[in-house]
């Protein structure tokens, strides 16, 4: 994992790095990923993920309240910003891990140029080149309550009619995907799309 180290001895804690974008999508740098989001967010490389389990069910969690952007929102199953010299799949895994306590297996591109810019009530932006990924639960969830307050597994339809019906409930990225993700409407229940 991209990581930087703050000084020597144990106590150190790490810097996690986002890698920065320009425009047309090539990386420019790094930044640190605890100043990055702000009212003036510059464009970076994301990824989201969503998870299905072996009957075709998609989890959704809801952001903790202590996250610094849209803090109570129902969103994909995990999202997550790969490190300078770390792959999207890398990073799916680890985050999959440090997020959700739990593995992932058949990680799988469903929108490999899912880009947003969206601002929340606050004020924080984002602003991220984002691929979408789907991924099949490989063992127990245990999630991180830092990241997430509450979860469940839902029939994608579900989802779609949950969303549909109170957008402002939801991540803005999960809104704008779904439709992407499910154009002529999920799957029956019991079957994963794509």
């Known amino acids: 994992m991209a990581r930087l180290s703050g000084g020597s001895g144990p106590e150190t804690e790490s810097v996690e790095l986002v890698v920065l974008l320009a425009e047309d999508g090539s990386p420019t740098g790094t930044q640190e990923k605890a100043t990055v989001h702000s009212d003036s967010t510059p464009l970076h490389l994301a990824f989201s993920t969503h998870v299905y389990n072996g009957e075709g069910q998609i989890l959704v969690t809801r952001r903790a309240m202590s996250k610094r952007a849209w803090p109570g929102v129902w969103t994909n199953s995990f999202c997550g910003h790969p ?58 969830l245990a999630p991180s309550p830092d990241e997430v307050m509450d979860w469940k597994w839902v029939e994608p339809a579900q989802l779609v009619s949950a969303v549909t019906a109170a957008p402002w409930a939801f991540s803005p990225w999960l809104t704008l995907q779904l439709p992407l993700l499910y154009p002529s409407g999920p799957a029956p229940a019991g079957q994963n799309f794509g």
């Open 83 to 140: 490190g300078p010299g770390e792959s999207t799949e890398q990073a799916i895994v680890r985050r999959a891990s440090q997020e959700l306590g739990m593995s992932v297996a058949d990680i799988t591109p469903a929108l490999p140029d899912f880009r947003y810019r969206a601002t929340d009530a606050s004020g924080i932006v984002e602003n991220e080149v984002c691929p979408v990924f789907t991924a099949v639960i490989d063992g127990d």
